[in-house]
């Protein structure tokens, strides 16, 4: 996420982060940098140049130039600046009415569909509510069936009327069917359209105007950088909306999108899309993604997915089982579960503060621990519940069985080993687990 960006940030904030002699001429210079970086993201020239020019009155109004930590300052008022530039809070979504019509708006292949099956699924499960998905692309070949999958994954109705070509219609009948199922919130999907055309841009309008939704939201590939943001503001003017969801900020993302688009059409970026899969949603927070963008990770946001996915039961089971020395694999393996379920790991290593510039070039992808588990299932129960069994004939079969390397399998044995006696010692501080101690940092 944001990877060139965050790099060309970093070299060009370089030179004041020490405590050499820093001069209005290398400030100066260092801003210029700064806008170079941001003009490669994508960012609009006319907000890159404001933002500098801002970020230079601000710093030589407080005495950069004379304070002991410079650099560190430096940093700071741009961090301040761009998390400004973002929308400076998170904004929630106008969950009001009964149901709650939420209308998704965008270009094709903006990613409409699978992150209204995100949306259902994040309000399901964060938010107790009770979602209908309405398909009323009546034009893309097979979207009423990719959202009735998307449903069926999450566990979300999904109202079509597949010889209906009137979207207005539908949108009014999906709304209807969503009552009489007691269901409280209505995501509409859209046909994606362009803003030129002048047909399709009347369809939503007629059908934004007959549904009176609670939100109308604008999404957009972030991919897409400055384009998305001219294609924003087309929309607004036509809808109004109510924020933007930044889709594909896993891919190859520039950021001009996500850091210019509040400016131009001030209207909040309200979610974001980390990934493929259904629980790849995210809140958006300004202030988190400026740390992100400036290399300083974001470690609230791993702690807030550590604590969602904490099994305080499982816990106190492993807990115990440390404590009389029968920790094993099966219990290895249930903690590899619960961090899984946090997220696609590149991301999540990139919220560990300074990691995002170690781990740029490599590719960690969401398998990074199938061999781990190949080897664990290629185990007997008494070998996982008691590893001191496993010799060499034991490893020989287990490499065999996993498609592995004895070598894998001791590389295992030892890092299991280790992490054994780590958590053992720990039992002085209550031996807690790997998902306690995330769930357990404040906050």
Partial sequence: MFNSLSEKLDKALHVLKGHGSITEINVAETLKEVRR???DADVNYKIAKEFTNTVKEKALGQNVLTTLQPGQLMVKIVKDELTKLMGGDAEGINLSGNPSVILMSGLQGSGKTTFSGKLAQFLKTKKSKTPMLVACDVYRPAAIDQLHIVG??????VYSDPGNNDPVAIALAGIAEAKSK???VVIIDTAGRLAVDEEMMTEIANIHKAITPQETLFVVDSMTGQDAVNTAKAFNDILNFDGVILTKLDGDTRGGAAISIKS???KPIKFIGTGEKMEAIDIFYPARMADRILGMGDVVSLVERAQEQFDEQEARKIQKKIAKNQFGF????????QIKKMGNMKDLVGMIPGMGKITKDIDIDDDA???IEAIIHSMTPKERSNPSLINASRKKRIGAGSGTSIQEVNKLMKQFNQMSKMMKMMQGS???TMMQMMKNMPR
Avoid: T, W, Y
């Fill in 152 to 157: 069926e994954q999450i566990g979300a109705e």
């Fill in 264 to 266: 131009v059409v001030n």
């Fill in 430 to 432: 209550k031996g807690k």
């Fill in 330 to 337: 099966d219990d290895f393996l249930s903690q590899i579960q």
């Fill in 182 to 184: 007691g269901c409280n």
């Fill in 369 to 371: 621990f199938k061999h």
């Fill in 37 to 39: 970086a941001l003009l």
